[in-house]
Structures are given as C-alpha cells and as structure tokens.
C-alpha cells in the first residue's frame, strides 16, 4: 500500500490517481475471438453447442433436459443451510426489495387541449441473471440482481450458473426464481441472448462473471439489453482525524479481499491515521487472513492513501475517480454530500460501514465501477421497465400544431412526412 | 409491397413476419476492424489522428483551432433560415422540453430507525451529440437529442457532425448549444469518448449516425455511456375499415421515405382498406415522388401489408414485432392500448399521424428500433442521469442489521466483510 503526500500538490495531476484511473482501462483483445466464436455456435447449433461448451469448460456432460435445475434441489439446497443464514438472506430480500419500492416509476398522461400525451411504463417480460459458479458465487448477487426485477414486475426471472452452488440454489428459491439452469461461461450468455430449444431468450442479461462472460455480454448488447459491464470494484475513505483506524482499515481491507484488482484507497486530512491505518492492516489483519494472498496483492498495487489538504481536495478527487463505493467518515459527512458528484453508492458516517450496504441494508451493491458513475446508477428497478411514449391527438389538437410539422418537414426535405399532414389537412 | 392474408393461419409462424424479424440481424464484421484501428489512432494521437481521418473521409484539411464551429456562424446560420421555419423549430424545442419535464427523477430518502436510505439523482456532467453530415442532417435530431440532456440538467452539452449544414448550426443555436465540431464519423466518436487536446472527454454519446458511428459508439460503451444503437426505422400501422386509405398510405410512406432498409406495415382487419392503400401508394403517391428510389426499395423488400381475422391477432403480431412506431387506426384506439407491450412510441386515432410526433408534439422520436421496444425506451431525461445510493446508518440502525450481515459474510467466506461489522460490535 503507497502512502502519497499530496498536501500542497496539483493533486489530480498526480502519477499515481492517473495509473489508478489506468486501471479499468485494460484491453481484452484477446479473448474476443474465441467469445465471438462461442457465440456463434450457440446461435447456429442452439443446445448442441451448449452441450459442447459445458463438457469442455465445466467439465461435465449434460443433456438439454439436465440444464434445467428440478425444482427439488432448489428446495433441498434451501433446507440444507442453518437456520440463521436462511433468515438473514430472507430478511436481506425483503430489505432489498422494500428499498427498490421507492424505485419505481408510473406511467403518466398529460392533457392538453385536443392532446392526450404521456408515456407508459412496462416491465420486460423476461430477464436472465448470470451468476459466477464455484467460489465466486454470492448468495448476495442472487439477491441484489433478483430483487429489482421482481419489484419491477419482471414475469420471467431465470438464472444461469455454471455448477450453481447450494447458496445459489437456496437463494433463488428465497427469490422465487424456479427457472435455474447449470449453464454458465459465454455460452450461457449465447443461449439467454438467442435462444436455445430448451432455453428460451430474454429481454435483458444481468449479473456479474469472468472476462468471457462480460465480453460475451458486450458482445450480444443490442439483441438483448445487459447491465453494465462490471469491471473490478473500488472503495474509496474520505476520512479525518475523528475516525477510528481499525474501522478505516477493515473497511479497506473488505474491497482488496474481492479481487486483486480491487483498488482500496482512503484520502485523509491526517497524517496519524494514514500510518495507524497502514500499520494495523498490515501487522494486524492480514497476519493469518484467510483471503492474504488476494488482498495483499491488491493492496500492493492499487492501494493508496492520500494525504490531503482539506476534505475539498478529498472530495475532489473523490469526484474525479468516481468511485464504486464512497465512505465518507468525517466529523460532519452529511456536509459533504452535496458535493459528492460521481459515485455508486455513498456511505455517510462511521457506522455505515460497506459489508451493511453490500448485504442487507436494501440499497443494490451492483454499482457502476471504473468510473462508470459519472453515467450510470446503481442496478435498480429502472433497469427492468422500459417505456412507450403515447400520443393522442384530435382534430383540434391536430389544427393546433400541423403547421410547425409541415415546416419542419420541409426544410428536412421529406416530402411524404409532410404529405401524412397534408391528407389530413383536406379534411378539416 | 407484398400482401399477405394471415386469416386462419398460425400467424407468428409465418415466413414473411420471421423475414420481417431477421432485417435488424445483420451482421456488420466487415467493418469492426477499420473502425477500432480509427478509435485507436484517437486514443493514441488525439487531434492529429482527427485531422488525418477528416482530410481523408470529409475531404476538409481542418486545423486544431478549426474544429470548433465559431459562435458567430451559429448566429448566422439561425439569422439564414425564414421566419416560419425559425419559429417552427422554436415550438418544436419548446413543446419537446415541456413534455420531457414529466420524465424528471426526483432524489429520495427514506427514514427507518437509525437510518436514512436513499438515493440522489445527478445530471450528468457532459454529454457529446452525434449530428449526421450533409443529407441526412435533420435539425429535428438536433432539437430531441438536446432537449432531454437540458431539462436532465447536463451542463456541457457538445455536437460533433461532419460538414455541419446552416439548419444543424441553426437549431444548435436555439437550443443554447454553443460548442459544436465540425468533425465525423468514427473519429468524432473517438474523440468524444476519449478526449483529445482540443475535444474533452464526454461522458455519454447519443444520436444516430452510419454504420461506422453506430460501430464506434459500441466500442467505446463501457469507457463512455451511449444510448441505444439505432437500426432502420419502421412503421407499423393497425387499421380497421373506420381507417382512412389516404392517410394510412401517406403514414407508410412516410417511412419508406427515411431509408432503403426501413420497414412499413400495416396489419388489418379490412381486405378492402389493404387494396385501397397499396393502389394509392402506387398508383398515386409514388407518381413523381422526391424520393422515389429510396421509398419503393424499402417498400419492396420490408413493406407488407397483413390481413388478419380480428384486432386482437393484429396487436399480438405488433407484440411480436416491437415496432419503433406503432399507429392504432380503429374505432376505439384507446382499448388497445392496454394490452400493448412493446413498442417505441403509440399513436392512438386517425389524427395521430408520425410526423407530428417526429417534429413538434413533446414525445421524443429517438426510438427503440429492431425490437429493441422489448428492453428499452424513448431517449429520455432519464438517459441524462444517474443515480448514487446514499446510505447513513447510526449505532441504532447498525444494531438492527449488523447480525445478518456477519451470517450473509460467512456463508460468502468473505472475512473481511464480516470485520468491518465486528470491529464495530466492540464497540457498542
């Protein structure tokens, strides 16, 4: 972990926040070929390649009539877990989704004289959550991925997992979810995308996966609509000298353990923090840490305290990363957040700590990632709607506004746009 | 335009919908590599690779200093057009505002016990507004893409269009947009997405464009947002024998017009209404047409005419189709609009005509096309956005939650997580 010094400094110009920025603008050329061609089979040969993909990559051969998960296992993987964990992913679910209630958006019509116009909202009808298999997989990206769809009022909801573990079978029983299939890799994100006999294509792929998957998501974005491509997470501390170290550091330290490209990184105002923070991670919580080797990796390389002037220049560059998470542990954070322009979600005092957030408090974890929060939100509800503008206008409505449109279409030189006017002008 | 009697038959199955269905499926590999080795050249050499690409495809040698179009042509450009015209693109931009101040998202926090939840809605900061050359340069796309990026609040709003003409420069002006290049193609997208010395970075690309715009803004997503990729447009018209044949025909032409490969429907309950339309296209409204070419090409290969038995089957096929715009010519308009689910944009009654909604209505006429109606919307305030979690939590609401937290933490074997709630539980 770098501790820069950047009192006093043209801070955002500084080497290391461009090499953090760098960061989630790696290239994966490489791989696009083979996803392309995995694409390719799955739309041409449907459940065949499917069939092929899964032996080759998962290791295991499966007819078409075994993607599907029978509806037992879901159920037994539910009753297999201790009765704690079931209540806590229970009430995680209702959370969510009580939270993504808020989110919800309702047609509307405005009347005007001889108009009616308005916009009507529709859930998608099918919609298709990839969930990682093997030690990647959360119950939690069940949850989070689930919930807004179904508070959105999705009809379909299925979920693809390559060798799907029983946290992932238990939850998507939580969830409601019976549709369940042991697929995974690009060629799931093929079979949800085109369609397969067994498996029918959806409106919309979400959920979070290795580089195949999110090429392949990349890949197959217009046929079907996708989520953001997550790239690897980031939290980011804003804080002061009022805040406790070993909660800074454990904090911290909870992002590095996800992925050795997770960037961990706090700005403070004091130089005291900065050193208790680096010395209890170091000496303290990484001796005899389960995920050491992942954490200590991403620490050496993307993470970084800042030493700053001010909470304004924390803030700023805190702005200019936009960072997935945004802990802000400062005498005053609500003070802070008006300024706070770019960022996934945003944690507001010592006790808001990120693992709430990430599991049960009710806002979504899946949150834009490599600065993609200076465009995009928090997966939500608005992620599984889609609208339709609505017009209805009358004769008068008609008279009122027929010759502005004849203008326009003139001077774009459109000539039946300005006939479909016209006819309709004989008659009045 | 072919006519095709669906009455009786297992009408989604049929070959000329399945036909219908592959237009937008098209592949375009041919031009991916040209396209990512132009957006190299602008990430690697920024301006210079702008000057090279323009010479080359525009045929203009344009300086850095010469890209930005000077504010003062802006000014002229609106001083050139008539007054009506002036005027009528002035409704238009008003109208198009007024009606997009509905879509606007308010922020929300909502209040438990020891906690506030919530989330605030951000404009984004700066969008870049792709505006086609020469033909195909409409001042309507200059006034739907602003509009929903000014009421969003988006603050730097840019256009990038090659050899802009006096009607692009024009509406720019009466919709405050004082930053316009006149640069292009693959190039223009690089340098929005990128940023150059001369261009900075956007943070979202909207508007329609060629094969090699529509190429590039695909590449980019990810490093920037864009909006949808546009296919060809299309048409679709539900007529019973109340429908006018004039104005129907007049409304299919009227997107014949627009592009060799759009698509015009119309489904009908009337086998006189089918003949009398398809007569008077030909027979009267194709007889010294301005855009005769482009309008019997797409009519053609994409214009069908569908008899079927009763409206109900006219709406499922439209469901299947997702059509960009959908018109609803029959006695009661309103009763069908319940059970559409997919498409861009309803136009309900016989006054309803597409061109009112394309130029002056309110309703945005940037479009889902190609099916795309299934998973998303009309260009909107809500593509201009983005939303941030905001989470506080005290020791009170910590309390509440922390024990699922830790349960959720161990089922994921994620230690870190669970220490960032029990550093804190010693404390209490």
């Known amino acids: 972990m770098k ?85 806590a992913l229970e009430v995680a679910f209702e959370r969510v989704k009580k939270f993504h209630e808020a989110q919800i958006e309702k047609s509307f019509f405005v009347e005007e004289e001889g108009m009616i116009l308005g916009q009507k909202v529709i859930p998608m009808e099918r919609a298709g959550l990839y969930v990682p298999g093997g030690k990647a997989a959360y119950p939690s990206t069940v949850v989070m991925n689930a919930a807004p769809a179904i508070v959105a009022g999705v009809k379909e ?20 979810i019976g549709e369940v299939y042991r697929i995974g890799g690009a060629q799931a994100i093929g079979a949800m995308a085109y369609g397969t006999k067994t498996i ?61 490209l997770a960037a961990s990184i706090l700005i403070t105002t004091s130089e005291k923090l900065a050193k208790e923070v680096k010395n209890i991670l170091y000496n303290r919580y990484l001796v005899n840490f389960s995920r050491e080797d992942i954490a200590k990796k991403s620490l050496e390389n993307y993470g970084h305290i800042f030493i700053v002037d001010n909470i304004e220049t924390a803030i700023d560059i805190s702005n200019y990363i936009a960072p997935e998470h945004l802990e802000i542990i400062i005498k005053d954070p609500f003070s802070a957040l008006e300024k706070i322009k770019h960022a996934g979600a945003i944690f507001l005092g010592e006790y808001s700590t990120e693992p709430l957030g990430d599991y049960v408090l009710g806002p979504n974890h899946v949150l834009p990632t490599g600065r993609a929060a200076r465009f995009s939100s928090p997966l939500g509800v608005y992620d599984f709607i889609k609208r339709s503008s609505v017009i209805y206008v009358n004769q008068e409505g008609f008279k009122r506004v027929e010759k502005y449109a004849r203008k326009i279409a003139e001077a774009e030189g459109l000539e039946a746009h300005k006939l479909g006017v016209e006819v309709r002008l004989k008659n009045i």
Chains 1, 2 share one sequence.
């Open 157 to 176: 909801l299925i979920i693809c997992s390559p060798n799907p573990n029983r946290y992932t079978l238990a939850t998507a029983y939580i969830c409601g």
């Open 200 to 260: 029918k294509k959806v409106d919309k792929i979400v959920g979070p996966g290795n580089i195949f998957v999110a090429l392949a998501k990349k890949n197959v974005y217009g046929y079907v609509d996708i989520d953001s491509i997550a790239g690897p997470s980031e939290i980011l501390v804003i804080a002061d000298d009022t805040a406790n170290p070993e909660w800074v550091a454990a904090d911290l330290l909870s992002q590095a353990e996800h992925d050795e």
């Open 3 to 87: 501790t820069v010094d950047l009192r006093g400094k043209n801070y955002l110009k500084s080497r290391e926040l461009e090499l953090l920025i760098k960061r989630s603008e790696m290239e994966v050329e490489q791989f696009e070929e083979s996803v392309k061609n995995i694409l390719k089979d799955v739309k041409e040969k449907g459940d065949e390649a499917i069939i092929q993909y899964t032996e080759k990559f998962d290791g295991v051969r499966l007819k078409p009539e075994e993607f599907l998960v029978p509806f037992e296992e879901l159920e037994k993987a539910y009753e297999s877990l201790d009765e704690d964990t079931r209540f």
